[in-house]
């Protein structure tokens, strides 16, 4: 039995529902909705996708798969409960990526997508997540270009940072520095490649200095305002402890607190920033 695999049959036999197909050894039904708007012939070799259906059985279906026990691919995710999450894979049922391969706090979220493939375990299909040499493997041959902007989604998290595939599974590493704020698996994100490497490349999920100026300053000021106007943080904090609070790196800290000491909104002392409140203008 090839379950989540595609091979070729032999029509048999009609039925009322549908008809029965053949792989020489067993028999496998096929309902009318599954056959993809085409009428068969007995005697007909057609290839099927053999999976579970929504009743349990083993089935097939005339629908092609977005990914299989031997193809990879990106898929989206429709649906989710305490067993893990339900993935689309193009054809009539979701399939579970269980729980148990998924990192908890950093679950892919509905409409998110993940890279990965078919796992049969006994009478059962589930969804695995690729490994970075899984996926180099399925890669198109098309290159991405320094400076350039991509749309990918976030596949693997570590210390050091996070990895990204895109459509044409590229994989892009972006270093913690580089990053604006925490992710999760599966989320979509738009990275600007910095360099070329031996099997993959190496981006920035930064935007450009001025417009994040705007932003880390703005992430600044709702912080003095959740903490009564007063921060232990100024231009002496070590890189690090503004990295963990701030999620941005010493330089943008103190481009940021440039900005609203420009603007009037703060007082700068080497290791406390205030916040100058409305009436103090007065």
Known sequence: MKLGQISKYEVVRETKLGYMLSD??????????????????IGEEVEAFLYVDKKKRIATTLFPPKITVNQGGLCEVINSNQAGLFIDIGISRDILL???????????????????????????????????????????????????????YVYRITKQGINIVDENYNIIFVYFKNLRKDYRIGEEVEVKITRKNNDDYSGTLIPQKEIMINEDAEKIYKHLLENNGVMNYGGKTPP???????????????????NLYKQQKVVLEDNKTILIKEEDYE
């Not at 067993?26 to 993809?36: G, V």
């Not at 509905?110 to 180099?136: M, Q, S, T």
């Open 98 to 152: 269980s729980s148990d391969d998924l990192e908890k706090g950093k679950w892919p979220e509905i409409g998110d997508y993940i890279c990965g493939r078919l796992h049969a375990r006994g009478n059962n299909l589930f969804v695995k997540l690729l490994n970075k040499e899984e996926i180099i493997k399925l890669s198109t041959g098309v290159e991405l270009e320094i400076g350039e902007k991509y749309k990918g």
């Open 24 to 41: 020489g050894k067993s028999e496998y039904f096929l309902h009318n909705n599954e056959c993809n708007d085409r009428v068969l012939n």
């Open 240 to 258: 690090d402890v503004i990295y963990k609070v701030f999620k941005m790196s010493k330089a943008a800290f103190k481009r940021a607190l440039g």
